[in-house]
């Protein structure tokens, strides 16, 4: 059974950088991709980046390109976001999720089956 455990989220002050975790169990390969969302009350959810467990391909959002960092432990089965440079705007929850296939150069929620619980990031001003 897929797991999907996200950490690391807390309170900053923007300019501040935070990291998150992603922490993946139940898969039995490594061709697989891992997604990170973030939701806003009354906002759709924003697929923000992503990476290929594999091949470690990556996307961004414009939104946090130039901020954001998404890597892999594929020992550990973890995948990182690195936030730097924090706005309030970046305030939402942010959730791990999990598809199969590659890495790709765009996300798509609908193609996510694996969701973890979410983790609150606020960025105070």
């Known amino acids: 059974q897929v797991q999907l455990v996200e950490s690391g989220g807390g309170l900053v002050q923007a300019g501040d950088s935070l990291r998150l975790s992603c922490a993946a169990s139940?898969?039995?390969?490594?061709?697989?991709?891992i997604g990170w969302f973030r939701q806003t009350p009354g906002k759709e959810r924003e697929g923000v980046a992503c990476i290929g467990m594999r091949d470690g391909s990556t996307y961004y959002a414009d939104s946090v390109k130039g901020r954001f960092t998404i890597s892999r432990d594929s020992a550990k089965n973890t995948v990182y976001l690195q936030m730097s440079s924090l706005k309030p705007e970046d305030t939402a929850v942010y959730y791990c999720?999990?598809?199969w296939g590659p890495g790709s150069s765009y996300i798509a929620e609908s193609t996510y089956r694996h969701w973890g619980q979410g983790t609150q990031v606020t960025v105070s001003s």
């Open positions: 139940g898969f039995t390969h490594d061709y697989y991709a």
């Open positions: 999720a999990a598809r």
